[in-house]
């Protein structure tokens, strides 16, 4: 399953958790999240934060701590990881991982012949 998916899906389970919770608590101080399927590490990082303080008023909410123990070790370092790659690439097909600059040297390489 691709990271996306991963992310969406636990949104997804996270949302049917807060629907149940504003069932009970009649839509009272609930704080919406995964309202789109795509997201930014920075508004992950965000959401992740916003569900640390839930887990902190309810320690004992195991779907909850799950779900905040799988977004702050692997999913947001992978999704981080990925933007960072996507931002290496650009508008080409390939990098190197070890010297990001390679395609670049080799281009001005092959212009000075």
């Known amino acids: 399953m691709k990271l996306q998916e991963k992310v969406h899906d636990l949104f997804a389970t996270i949302e049917a958790t807060e629907k149940q919770e504003e069932q009970e608590h009649q839509g009272r101080d609930l704080t919406e999240l995964g309202e789109s399927s795509e997201r930014s590490g920075e508004r992950l990082e965000r959401a992740t934060r916003e569900l640390e303080e839930r887990l902190l008023q309810k320690p004992k909410d195991k779907p909850l701590k799950k779900a905040v123990r799988k977004l702050r070790k692997d ?3 992978r999704l ?32 000075s012949f």
């Open 75 to 77: 999913l947001l370092p």
């Open 80 to 111: 981080l990881k990925y933007e960072q790659y996507q931002k290496l690439l650009g508008d080409r097909t390939s990098f190197s991982k070890t010297d990001p600059d390679t395609m670049c040297k080799l281009a001005r390489k092959i212009s």
